[in-house]
Each structure stands twice: as structure tokens, then as C-alpha cells.
């Protein structure tokens, strides 16, 4: 199984796959650390590296954990699979288009502006917006990647609007429609039990509709993303040893000086040319004849 996981991961071209791996990984060392650690008495364990993953609502707690501010999109609710289930399935249908048209790297960097915008406003809203105000401190905090994958989504539809996707029970659907929909859903949602996550979609949603309209304008916000990732895995790739060799001067020979033809030679040679023509000369022949010339 690793070395399938192993194989999936470093294809090329394949960052929708790649982010659904590391979202899996996450999620399962999360629920070891959930269970075991409470079977044998040490919750604190999954309390503290959980606590790494959520996004608080508060400023003044956020500050004491930063980290958080991308780390949170890469978790998701421990208490069922329909959470992470639902997610991977997104990412997996609209990442797998936007990298066939835009490559892995834009892909991963619309993933990560999603994710920080929807951060971004997710935090805004619950601390100036009064209504939201008067709910931080009863929201536990905020994790899921919904926020990213809601910038690729409309990033693709942006992008694609009338491709269309094949869905259970309703047919063929523009992938623009699906986008709306979902919008206009998580909209609603703000003023639910889950406003924070849908504030968190329309941040992430707003990211990829702007991304892709100053792509379109020849500017890349997620530029500086990608050189930051390169550089990171520059560091861990394996420098190749650079073999010096030495090798000690050879004494230079001063160039053999042309071999003077007497007369006679030079009279026999051209006898020769013209018996058996220029090609039946020696080389040694056709080098005297050629310094003769030059006279």
C-alpha cells in the first residue's frame, strides 16, 4: 500500500491527487492519535496536536498559533467520513480538470491562496462583524479543506463555464451552475451552526474567481508560492558529487618542421601526377609537393 500510495504521489502532473493524500494522511494519523491515546488514558496527547490544526475565531487567540492559518485546511472533523468524503470527491473532480488546463503548480497555489483567504476572512467576520462577534466564543474553531477547494471549484468554473460534469440523477450539468449553487448554499449558511465554515467558502470562493481573471490578465498571485515550494524541495533533493580529476601537464613538443622535397623529389612526384594521377601519391609525397608550393 505505500508504495502504491508512493507511485500516486509522485506522478506528474498530479496535485489534485497529491493534495487528497496528504488531507488522508492527516485525518488517519489524527484518528490513531484520537483512539489510542484515549484507550490507555492520555487524551492530552490528541488535544494538543489536534489544537495545531484548528483555526481559532478569535485574534487573540490565533496569535498564539499562526501556524494554524494554513494547517487548518488540511484536517477535518474526526466524528465521520462524510466531512472528508465529500471534500477529497470535490477536489478530486474540479482539481483533476484545472490541472489538465493550468498544470499541477497553479493548482496548488489556488489551493493554498484559497485556503489563506478564507482564513483571512473567516477571521474578519468574527471580529468586527457583530453578529459574529457575539458567537466566537462559543465556536470551537475551524478545520477543512472546503475553503480551498470551494477556490478551485469556482477557479475551474471561471475558467470552464460550460464544461460539463455528468452527475447522479440530474445528467449533465455546467460546472458554472454547480458553482452558484454551492455559493448560494454556503450563503445561507453563514447564519447557521456552521457560519464559520461557510464564511470560509465564500473567501475561498472569491480567491478563485479573482485568480483566475488576473491569470487571464497575465498576472499570477500564486507565483511566489511555487517559488517557495521549489525551493523547499530543493533542499531535500540529493546533490550529485562533483568529481575533480587532475592530470599533470605533458611537456609541449615544438611542431616538426616541414620536410624540405629536393628538386629531384619534387621532379618524380609530378612524373607520378602525371602517370597515375594525384590521388596515387603518399601522404608524406602530397605534404612535400604542398611545400614546395608554398616557395
Not at 483533476?96 to 499541477?104: D, P, Q, W
Not at 483566475?212 to 521549489?230: C, F, P, R, Y
Amino acid at each position: 500500500m505505500f508504495e502504491e500510495f508512493k507511485n500516486a504521489f509522485n506522478r506528474q502532473n498530479n496535485a489534485h491527487i497529491q493534495l487528497i493524500i496528504i488531507n488522508v494522511v492527516v485525518f488517519v494519523v489524527l484518528g490513531i492519535l484520537m483512539v489510542l491515546p484515549t484507550i490507555f488514558g492520555f487524551e492530552n496527547i490528541f488535544s494538543v496536536v489536534h489544537r495545531q490544526f484548528v483555526i481559532p475565531p478569535t485574534f487573540s487567540e490565533f496569535i498564539s498559533r499562526p501556524w494554524t492559518i494554513i494547517t487548518y485546511s488540511f484536517a477535518h472533523d474526526l466524528r465521520g467520513l462524510f466531512h472528508i468524503l465529500f471534500n477529497m470527491l470535490a477536489l478530486y473532480w474540479f482539481g483533476k480538470l484545472f490541472a489538465e488546463y493550468l498544470g499541477s503548480d497553479k493548482l496548488i497555489a489556488l489551493y493554498v491562496l484559497g485556503a489563506l483567504t478564507a482564513a483571512g476572512f473567516y477571521l474578519l467576520m468574527f471580529n468586527t462583524v457583530p453578529f459574529f462577534v457575539a458567537q466566537a466564543n462559543s465556536f470551537p474553531g475551524m478545520v477543512g479543506a472546503s475553503g480551498a477547494i470551494f477556490a478551485i471549484m469556482v477557479g475551474a468554473a471561471t475558467l470552464l463555464p460550460d464544461y460539463t460534469f455528468y452527475l447522479l440523477f440530474f445528467g449533465p450539468v455546467r460546472i458554472k451552475y454547480i458553482a452558484a449553487v454551492y455559493i448560494f448554499i454556503s450563503f445561507l449558511g453563514t447564519v447557521g451552526s456552521n457560519a464559520g465554515g461557510n464564511i470560509a467558502h465564500l473567501g475561498g470562493a472569491l480567491m478563485g474567481y479573482v485568480y483566475i481573471k488576473q491569470l487571464q490578465a497575465g498576472v499570477n498571485w500564486g507565483s511566489w508560492i511555487t517559488v517557495t515550494l521549489d525551493w523547499f524541495k530543493n533542499l531535500f533533493k540529493p546533490r550529485t558529487r562533483v568529481k575533480v580529476s587532475y592530470r599533470k601537464d605533458e611537456p609541449k613538443t615544438k611542431p616538426a618542421k616541414p620536410t624540405k622535397a629536393s628538386q629531384d623529389e619534387i621532379d618524380a612526384i609530378l612524373d607520378k601526377i602525371s602517370d597515375r594521377g594525384y590521388e596515387s601519391l603518399s601522404k608524406d609525397e602530397k605534404e612535400k609537393l604542398f611545400n614546395a608550393s608554398k616557395k
